[in-house]
Nanobody, 127 residues
């Protein structure tokens, strides 16, 4: 089991930047394909980005491609989400999640495929 704690959320003006962090406890972080998801009030939890356990493969939702960058540091048991050129429609609670796997190629954009979740961090972008 891996425990995940997100940080770095806050209030920012449109066009600004934030970097979210997700710290994992336990020795299984390197076995996780990691994902970032977000959920706005009254909406479903949506995929934002994913990175495989090796860091070799990343994938992004079309809505954030070119603006957001996911990365990880396995030595620090941490995954990051750098968010640039933020828009009001990026406002949501952001969650990181772990999909435990032996293989890079099992990365997923579906929330139900993930095994462990953090508590979320609020990102608010003002216009």
């Amino acid at each position: 089991q891996v425990q995940l704690v997100e940080s770095g959320g806050g209030l920012v003006q449109a066009g600004g930047s934030l970097r979210l962090s997700c710290a994992a406890s336990g020795r299984t972080f390197s076995s996780c394909n990691m994902g970032w998801f977000r959920q706005a009030p009254g909406k479903e939890r949506d995929f934002v980005a994913t990175i495989t356990r090796s860091g070799a493969i990343t994938s992004y939702a079309d809505s954030v491609k070119g603006r957001f960058t996911i990365s990880r540091d396995n030595a620090k048991n941490t995954v990051y989400l750098q968010m640039n050129s933020l828009k009001p429609e990026d406002t949501a609670v952001y969650y990181c999640a772990c999909r435990r796997t032996l293989y890079d190629h099992t990365w997923s954009t579906k929330p139900n495929d993930y095994d462990n979740w953090g508590q979320g961090t609020q990102v608010t972008v003002s216009s």
